[in-house]
């Protein structure tokens, strides 16, 4: 991660640094889950085991046919979920403080919140087991476009459909944030604006101030990194 920030900092635009770091905190918290090794013996539960969480999920049956994971790799997920959030939710201070675990060196608190409301899609300020298998789905096994539509929902704060400069300094002011003493160059008053005129100038197509999702798409899908990026999930389960 402080490689990425030396050598590509100044020369990417804020949309390639906000996406890989969606890449890589959701990494760090499948493994903090222990779901990123899949290799699980045969004694795998053939069911939820209910008795001693608040929260029921949905049947696995239900949650194969919505998701993209096999029963198999349900299981495993719900395990790794069950184990450290027993309740069967996560609100967000517990979000929060799982995330300061990554990132110890800065203030994750602000990311941690906005990546907590991309995966609250019910906005009942808590996210369940299917909450997070749904949002798991798209950016594990769904397409370009499915994996890059999350990630505008992510910086689309209000969710009016466009990400506005105002939104895009919230998110690019918490990424410096979290990263801490490991951002490159040091923290500047002026850094996080001028990276958020830098992705305005590439992404804000038709200079009305605003980037939509088709306009994001499209950029992203022009930039070589963004698309390494994005394969970096394929095949981790």
Same mark, same amino acid.
């Given at each position: 991660?402080?490689?990425?920030?030396?050598?590509?900092? $100044?020369?990417?635009?804020?949309?390639?640094?906000?996406?890989?770091?969606?890449?890589?905190?959701?990494?760090?918290?499948?493994?903090?889950?222990?779901?990123?090794?899949?290799?699980?013996?045969?004694?795998?539960?053939?069911?939820?085991?209910?008795?001693?969480?608040?929260?029921?999920? $949905?049947?696995?049956?239900?949650?194969?046919?919505?998701?993209?994971f096999?029963?198999?790799?349900?299981?495993?997920?719900?395990?790794?979920?069950?184990?450290?959030?027993?309740?069967?939710?996560?609100?967000?201070?517990?979000?929060?403080?799982?995330y300061?675990?990554?990132?110890?060196?800065?203030?994750?608190s602000?990311?941690?919140?906005?990546?907590?409301?991309?995966?609250?899609?019910?906005?009942?300020?808590?996210?369940? *087991? $299917?909450?997070?298998?749904?949002?798991?789905?798209?950016?594990?096994?769904?397409?370009?476009?499915?994996?890059?539509?999350?990630? *505008?929902?992510?910086?689309?704060?209000?969710?009016?459909?466009?990400?506005?400069?105002? $939104?895009?300094?919230?998110?690019?002011?918490?990424?410096?944030?979290?990263?801490?003493k490991?951002t490159?160059?040091?923290?500047?008053?002026?850094?996080?604006?001028?990276?958020?005129?830098?992705? *305005?100038?590439?992404?804000?197509?038709?200079?009305?101030?605003?980037?939509?999702?088709?306009?994001?798409?499209?950029?992203?899908?022009?930039?070589?990194?963004?698309?390494?990026?994005?394969?970096? *999930?394929?095949?981790?389960?």
């Open positions: 991660m402080h490689l990425f920030f030396r050598d590509k900092w $100044e020369v990417e635009g804020l949309q390639t640094v906000g996406i890989l770091l969606v890449v890589c905190s959701s990494l760090k918290l499948m493994h903090f889950l222990g779901l990123i090794d899949i290799s699980v013996a045969d004694s795998v539960e053939d069911d939820f085991e209910l008795s001693t969480v608040c929260h029921r999920p $949905e049947s696995m049956d239900k949650l194969e046919e919505q998701t993209k096999t029963k198999k790799e349900l299981q495993v997920l719900y395990r790794g979920f069950k184990n450290e959030c027993p309740s069967g939710v996560v609100n967000e201070e517990n979000f929060k403080n799982i300061s675990q990554f990132f110890p060196q800065g203030d994750s602000m990311y941690a919140h906005f990546l907590f409301e991309a995966f609250d899609t019910n906005k009942n300020g808590s996210v369940s *087991f $299917e909450d997070f298998v749904f949002g798991l789905s798209i950016i594990l096994r769904g397409t370009i476009n499915d994996r890059l539509n999350w990630a *505008f929902n992510l910086y689309d704060l209000n969710k009016d459909g466009c990400i506005t400069k105002e $939104e895009m300094l919230d998110i690019m002011k918490s990424i410096y944030d979290m990263m801490g490991y490159y160059p040091t923290m500047m008053d002026d850094a996080p604006r001028e990276h958020v005129e830098s992705f *305005f100038q590439k992404m804000d197509q038709n200079r009305d101030g605003v980037v939509t999702i088709d306009e994001f798409i499209d950029s992203c899908k022009k930039d070589e990194n963004i698309m390494q990026s994005m394969q970096l *999930f394929d095949n981790v389960i």
